[in-house]
Each structure stands twice: as C-alpha cells, then as structure tokens.
C-alpha cells in the first residue's frame, strides 16, 4: 500500500501545481500582450505638460546640431540658467534616411528629458524611447552624456 500512497501523493503534487502552472502561464501571456496595447513611452509624451518651445530644428544628413541649432540650444541654455522649462524637436535621418523625432524637454528642477520616435526607422524597434540626467551641466549637445 506505501507504493500507492505514494504515487497518490505525486498525483495530488502534480494536480495541485496545475492551477499555477496555468497561473503562471497565463500571467505571461498578458504580459506579453500588454506591450501591444500601446507604447508607454510614447502615451507618457503624449500626456505631458507642455513646456514654452525653443522651435524645431530639421538636419540633414551629417549636419551637426551644434551648427545648425544655435539659437535653439541657446533658448535651452537660457531655461536651464534661469530654472525655468522649455522644449525642443529635432529631427534627424538614419544613414538610410529614415526620420528618427527628438523632443527635448528642460524640465524646471533641472532635468534634462530626451524622448526618441523611432517609428519611422524601418530598421530599427519602431518604439518611442526615453533617457533623462539630472542637473545637467551643460546643454551644448543637449546629450545626457556628460
């Protein structure tokens, strides 16, 4: 009778697992799902709180935005010296010539905010990302590399 019992209590083990297995399982597949409901970073964009625009700056391929966007980036410098806000959009080809969108936000604790639309890089993830510095001390570049 022990070996029974014992093969009854493996049983019970395994019966007992398959409700977290399916737990588990089906906790993934929503995970998973939920990045196709829509792209976080790119509703985090959209819900912002506006800041006063430094304008719009469009490069061409190997233009340098230290050359072209002078008075722009000083409109940044001039937020971040003042503790004030203020944001900026660049917009910039891949080598293939895919448009790649920077908006860049100066927020009014000194933060420097970069949010990246890469949707229409063909060779790229397609996604919106983001990167931030705090208390940057420049803006030449207006690059969280320091």
């Given amino acids: 009778m022990t070996g029974q019992s014992s093969t009854r209590r493996r049983c019970a083990a395994a019966v007992s697992v398959r409700p977290w297995l399916f737990a588990v399982a089906?906790?993934?597949?929503?995970?998973?799902?939920?990045?196709m409901l829509g792209?976080?970073?790119?509703?985090?964009?959209?819900?912002r709180t506006e800041f006063s625009s430094c304008g719009e700056?469009?490069?061409?391929?190997?233009e340098e935005i230290k050359k072209k966007a002078v008075?722009?980036?000083?409109?940044?410098?001039?937020a971040l010296k003042s503790g004030g806000s203020a944001e900026?959009?660049?917009?910039?080809p891949t080598v293939e010539g895919d448009?790649?969108?920077?908006?860049?936000?100066?927020?009014?604790q000194g933060r420097l905010?970069?949010?990246?639309?890469?949707?229409?890089?063909?060779?790229?993830?397609?996604?919106?990302?983001f990167a931030e510095c705090y208390t940057p001390e420049w803006v030449a570049d207006i690059s969280c590399d320091q």
């Fill in 71 to 78: 008075r722009e980036i000083a409109c940044l410098q001039r």
């Fill in 113 to 129: 905010e970069v949010y990246t639309d890469s949707t229409d890089d063909r060779n790229s993830d397609q996604k919106w990302s």
């Fill in 39 to 47: 792209d976080t970073v790119k509703e985090r964009w959209a819900s």
């Fill in 26 to 35: 089906a906790t993934s597949l929503l995970a998973a799902g939920c990045g």
């Fill in 99 to 108: 448009p790649i969108r920077e908006y860049y936000r100066l927020t009014p």
């Fill in 57 to 62: 700056v469009s490069l061409d391929q190997g």
């Fill in 88 to 92: 900026l959009k660049v917009t910039y």
